[in-house]
């Protein structure tokens, strides 16, 4: 099982960003992925999550600024995020949840990208 994640790097306050997410090594299109991310000095948190069948989910707190989707085709999930704010500095992570039930529990992921830096300045 592979997550090779893509995107990222440092943006003002207020921008945009894309991370992706590229799968290899299990049945991507029968699999639900997360996001979740670490800000520096505290511990993960869950950004995102998509289902199999394409639905998604995310906390009060990401909601209607960011969007992840998913292309079966290219075994691929992104993550875009709108409306940047310096609270969203964080390595990001794409992930494979042990189960849909821990799609909002990190410490639940089997599986992990490498991560990626997303830098927000003000």
């Known amino acids: 099982v592979s997550l090779v994640q893509s995107g990222g790097g440092l943006v003002q306050a207020g921008g945009s960003l894309r991370l992706s997410c590229a799968t290899s090594g299990f049945t991507f299109s029968s699999s639900a992925i997360a996001w979740a991310r670490q800000a520096p000095g505290k511990g993960l948190e869950w950004v995102s999550g998509?289902?199999?069948?394409?639905?998604?989910d995310y906390p009060d707190s990401m909601k209607g600024r960011f969007t992840i989707s998913r292309d079966n085709a290219k075994n691929t999930v992104y993550l875009q995020m709108n409306s940047l704010k310096p609270e969203d500095t964080a390595i990001y992570y794409c992930?494979?949840?042990?189960?849909?039930?821990?799609?909002?529990?990190?410490?639940?992921?089997?599986?992990w990208g490498q991560g990626t830096q997303v830098t927000v300045s003000s």
């Open positions: 992930a494979i949840p042990s189960t849909i039930e821990a799609m909002s529990s990190p410490l639940e992921y089997d599986y």
């Open positions: 998509i289902y199999s069948n394409g639905s998604s």
